[in-house]
């Protein structure tokens, strides 16, 4: 590698601290560095800005919380740049390595010691009047509910042009294996191992109990309507930028073309970060 991106979460001192340090360590070894404090896209827009990482970047270095690596794979976009993360905290679980070891394992990357594992996104997509308004890479989840507070919404749900139901309740999500163990977790959905392929709907607190998470294969094409008109609904992609859904919008979701690769240093495992994260097995 001669060329690295770091983006570091914004506000925090101690995110900005380590992001220089790993500056000037990598500069010691002849490789250039692109360093960016993270920027913010809070609210729901149609848009939203965007850190331009250069063409040359053979990799990139997210320093804060798995927050901050969501926002850093979508300025990414569909170049095959792989991706890895220092937590500030403990282990994340897209941002796998701590802050006390990351320069040991950092030079072990250099060294060759390290696998790129490929993950799965999606291409989340809204169509206005046959135009597309809003399109972004999703890399967790789409989630579209109720802008407003203890309301039901009216989902209908096609896939590849074939209806499939009719969702009643608190909303949809539509995640990656990846995204699986964040919300859609928390709404009763399956953990899927994050190199498979597939495309998860979990229902949020579905009014009718027979509606359950469904698991399709990455080909197909998802499509979801509002049933009910005049219903406040928002798209929400990775927990950070969306938009208001009108009566004849459709959400239309496929895997994205391009997936993310992510650097896995050596002595990181997944069945670890879950049994860390999800406390499995402890009193």
């Not at 360093?35 to 149609?46: K, L, P, T, Y």
């Not at 163990?181 to 998860?200: E, L």
Request: hydrophobic content about 45%; aromatic content about 8%.
């Amino acid at each position: 590698m001669r060329y690295i991106a770091i983006i570091y979460k914004r506000m925090r001192p101690e995110a900005a601290r380590l992001s220089h340090q790993l500056k000037e360590w990598f500069q010691k070894r002849d490789i250039e560095v692109f360093i960016r404090e993270n920027i913010d896209n809070s609210g729901i827009s149609c848009t939203y800005d965007k850190i331009d990482i250069p063409a040359q970047t053979e990799a990139v270095v997210v320093v804060g919380g798995d927050g901050t690596f969501l926002s850093v794979a979508r300025f990414i976009e569909e170049r095959p740049i792989p991706i890895i993360g220092v937590n500030l905290g403990g282990l994340g679980f897209l941002t796998e390595i701590n802050a006390e070891s990351c320069f040991s394992e950092f030079e072990k990357i250099l060294a060759g010691n390290f696998e790129i594992e490929q993950r799965m996104a999606l291409r989340v997509s809204v169509k206005r009047e046959g135009k597309v308004i809003f399109s972004h890479r999703v890399l967790n989840d789409a989630v579209i509910n109720k802008g407003a507070l203890a309301r039901i919404v009216d989902l209908h749900a096609s896939i590849n042009d074939h209806f499939l139901t009719h969702f009643r309740g608190d909303g949809l999500i539509i995640c990656t294996p990846t995204g699986s163990t964040a919300y859609n977790i928390s709404a009763g959905g399956p953990i899927i191992f994050p190199t498979a392929k597939v495309i998860v709907l979990t229902p949020i607190c579905p009014f009718t109990l027979t509606n359950r998470p469904i698991v399709f294969p990455a080909e197909v094409t998802v499509m979801v309507e509002i049933a009910e008109p005049g219903a406040d609904v928002t798209l929400t992609c990775d927990g950070q930028v969306g938009c208001p859904i009108s009566d004849f919008d459709q959400v239309v979701v496929t895997a994205a073309s391009t997936p993310l690769g992510f650097i896995r240093a050596p002595g990181i495992n997944h069945f670890e970060i879950l049994r860390s994260k999800l406390k499995w097995g402890q009193q």
